[in-house]
Nanobody, 115 residues
């Protein structure tokens, strides 16, 4: 079945950077469009970055110019480089196909931006 394991989150000061990773299995990763999503307390989960199987990328306006999504099909892994982080980026970050093809989500990785 679909399995998604996110990692790389942590506590970072405003202006700092983090790189998230997501190891995927249970489906043909190389032909799947993938996305990074986040959910902040009291808010709905939102898509922040997506990458197609052809490496076309798109971003939410709130992260455009600061976040970069990439993928390594040989490793079945998708990445999210996050720069110039702000407290508003604090959330639990998940990856999934885009759109999500199953109801199964990984455990996510917590990103906390605070001084």
């Amino acid at each position: 079945q679909v399995r998604l394991v996110e990692s790389g989150g942590g506590l970072v000061q405003p202006g700092g950077s983090l790189r998230l990773s997501c190891a995927a299995s249970g489906f043909i990763f190389s032909i799947a469009a993938m996305g990074w999503y986040r959910q902040a307390p009291g808010k709905q989960r939102e898509l922040v970055a997506g990458i197609t199987r052809g490496d076309n990328t798109h971003y939410a306006d709130s992260v455009k110019g600061r976040f970069t999504v990439s993928r390594d099909n040989a490793k079945n892994t998708v990445y999210l480089q996050m720069n110039n982080l702000s407290p508003e980026d604090t959330a639990l970050y998940y990856c999934h196909t885009n759109p999500p093809l199953t109801r199964n989500w990984g455990q996510g990785t917590q990103v906390t931006v605070s001084s």
